[in-house]
């Protein structure tokens, strides 16, 4: 591919890191670059704890652990998602209670939510799809008025905010992404953000092996064992030493990001407006970190026919999720009822390339050629 879907950004000092970590000689996790990841987000972001994770699946498993999920729970979860978002809370027996997408938005239907809330639900997981955050006073409302635990899939939220306040904040939990396809990654990697103290000590326990092994290295215990369950849930010191690279740089890229994000829907604008294709829509409460790019096409053969068209261009653009309330491993499971927003995301919606380094050159050629295409 001539423009690919995606290419990983390199900022140039994560190889000086990677060498100050390996010159430190501790790589293993929980080491200095490790701590340096968590205080810089938590400077930043405010918030109250994070643990840097190998990525945010693992980060929504700890969040499920944290929760005390068992069989015959209820977690409510929008279909229109990436696996993780469900298959946290599946492996510790959850029922997956799917919920369906806004119709001028890919994430869930805040306004669905509460006839969904039985005796059993224990959690409500909500995904700020493309960063743009869902109505978290509401979800919040109901959080509250049923004793509900809430958890943020803010896999690709990093530097968006709901009515200015960072994303990952707002619930229990937040869970974030640093795969190579986000704003700020690591080739694979992740965050959980923890916004209660009274789990503080218990998170670290289980992202220590279920250990109280960074007790012990603090000098606040003589010796460390087996306390809780856990996992090997923390990244490699040479994964967080690259991370850090990119974190120093986080307000450069952000700023480039945004500027591709809105050339990209200037020229698109014209097709949006004679109703062709629909464009993003970003609420008042909602501000956008330009995680990626995407519009609406009118049916699934179209985006199909569109997709065939731009790569035989050489340009790489992509789909997103299939619906996972139609999945081949929940569709045999339970019975759902009908989502037609979240299948009509499913075969409408096409994502295209998006990364730091693509040039201005290249997105005027992609507007061009889908211009191109819808004239044909």
Known sequence: MKIPFNKPY???????????????????????????????????????????TTSCTTALEMSAILIDIKPGDEVIIPSFTFVSSALAFERQGAKIVFCDSRDDHPGLDEKKIERLITNRTKAIVVVHYAGIACDMDLINSLALKYNLYLIEDAAQA????????PLGQIGHFGCFSFHETKNIQCGEGGLLVINEERFNK???????????RAEFFRGEVNKYSWVDIGSSFLPSDITAAFLYAQLEKIDEIQEKRIN???????????????GI???????????????????????????SALIKFLKSHEIGAVFHYLSLHSS?????????????????????????????????????????????????
Request: net charge positive; hydrophobic share 35%.
């Open 202 to 212: 218990r998170a670290e326990i289980i992202w220590e092996k279920g250990t109280n």
């Open 328 to 376: 081949p491993y929940y569709s045999k499971k339970y019975q759902s009822p009908k989502l037609p927003f979240a299948d009509m995301y499913s075969d409408r919606l096409l994502r295209l390339p998006f990364y730091f380094e693509l040039s201005k050159e290249s997105i005027h050629k992609i507007i061009k050629l889908i211009r191109t295409f819808y004239k044909q």
């Open 260 to 274: 591709i994000w809105q050339q990209y829907y200037e020229g698109l604008l014209p097709l949006a407006q004679k």
């Open 10 to 52: 390199v900022t140039g000092k994560e190889i000086r890191y990677i060498k100050q970590a390996i010159a430190s000689g501790k790589i293993s996790g929980n080491g200095d670059f490790t701590k340096k990841c968590q205080n810089f987000l938590c400077n930043r972001y405010k918030f109250q704890n994070c643990l840097l």
């Open 277 to 303: 294709i629909q464009l993003p829509v970003i609420p008042h409460y909602a501000k956008n970190n330009a995680h990626m790019f995407y519009f609406l096409c009118s049916s699934l053969e179209e985006r």
């Open 158 to 165: 990093i530097d968006s905010t709901y009515k200015g306040v």
